[in-house]
């Protein structure tokens, strides 16, 4: 990544609002996007913020300095304390971490769906709970003994990073409306993924994005995620592609046409799905598919393509389409020993 500033740009919604892309610096090798919405039509005019970036001081200080250059386009200062309201797309910390450095600064009410609450108010509780889910998945992914220390060290530090912060709303007790945005629950890439419409526009967090096919992980590790709710979640969502114009990710460049992209997802899943199986005519672990479905990676890569690829085989196994090949090692022993698939 280089260091150049990308600039806000402004979009205005077939209602009259106004939405200011502002850019993050969220993470060393990851960026993305908050959004400041102003109705200028409200009496007096309402501003909302839908995510809020890392929490990452470069993160923190570049959503200063939007919300800032923000005013200078409008024509008046604004700061923090004029927001009313923080709309989180999902309980992820490159989308949350940065409520800790708000919340002095506003009484703006914070939103978040239910599923994903915990997320933000238990932060540190839930590390823990998923670094454990996710070592017994790493030992049944029959990942080498270093590899899973490896794997879990990088999660816990980039866990750590991030802190609990108090929410004061949820989606869920609001109706799924709050102002003039509808919100829609699209569970799969995150439990309490929400996907937000302001007339002709969207707010879609991670849900979809324009570059790559939002991370999926199994739902092993977190309920109510997992690939199965991620494609159900996709079509529900495509009810909503017809009037809208432009949807904006939580990172990549705005998507122009939803359908399409919906479309150009679901197939990158469908494919992975058929190369699965076809890896798994000869007994495999998860970890065996992971290589030959992503080659050799590093660092946190290995940890997500290892994650991709679980959600796959879980997809599959739980629909009925793979068993498991070494049953009788598993049945003399209750402690957890890697699990090989095969196709039925
Ligand atoms: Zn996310
Ligand atoms: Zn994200």
């Known amino acids: 990544m280089t260091g150049e500033i990308e600039t806000i740009k402004e979009y205005r919604s077939s209602g009259g609002a106004r939405v200011f892309a502002i850019p993050l610096r969220l993470f060393p090798v990851l960026r993305g996007y908050a959004y400041l ?37 409008l024509d008046r200062p604004i700061d923090f304390s004029q927001l009313h309201r923080i709309l989180i797309t999902h309980g992820h910390i490159d989308h949350f971490g940065g ?13 978040i769906h239910e599923l994903d609450l915990r997320n933000l108010t238990n932060y540190e509780e839930r590390i823990v709970i998923v670094s454990k889910h996710l070592a017994e998945f790493l030992l049944e992914a029959g990942v080498s003994a ?45 439990a309490g993924h929400v996907v937000l419409k302001l007339d002709n526009l969207l707010f879609c967090g991670d849900m979809v994005l324009g570059h790559v096919s939002p991370h999926q992980a199994p739902e092993r590790l977190t309920h109510y995620t997992g690939l199965g709710h991620y494609l159900e979640s996709l079509s529900k969502l495509e009810a909503w592609a017809k009037d809208t114009e432009v949807a904006f990710g939580g990172h990549g460049a705005p998507i122009l046409n939803l359908h399409q992209r919906i ?21 495999h672990t998860v970890a065996e598919v992971s290589r030959t479905l992503f080659g050799e990676v590093n660092g946190y890569n290995v940890l997500l393509a290892l994650e991709e690829t679980g959600a796959h085989v879980e997809y599959l196994y739980q629909r009925g389409l793979l068993e498991i090949a070494n049953l009788e090692e598993l049945k003399n ?12």
Request: charged residues 25%; glycine residues 6%.
């Open 37 to 73: 919405v102003v109705e200028e039509n409200e009496h007096p005019p309402t501003f909302t913020l839908i995510d809020s970036g890392s929490g990452m001081p470069e993160s923190n200080a570049d959503l200063l300095s939007g919300i800032q250059a923000v005013g200078e386009r």
């Open 99 to 111: 409520i800790a450095q708000l919340r002095h600064q506003t009484t703006a009410q914070v939103y």
């Open 263 to 283: 479309q150009e997802i679901r197939e990158v899943h469908q494919e992975r799905l058929k190369r699965v199986l076809a890896i798994l005519e000869q007994p």
């Open 333 to 344: 022993t209750y402690r957890v020993v890697p699990i090989r698939y095969r196709r039925v």
């Open 146 to 190: 270093p590899l899973q220390e490896r794997c879990l060290e990088l999660y816990r530090i980039t866990k750590s990073l991030g802190r609990s912060i108090a929410v004061e709303r949820t989606y869920e007790a609001e109706n799924y409306c709050v102002g003039r945005f509808e919100v829609l629950h699209v569970p799969g890439h995150c």
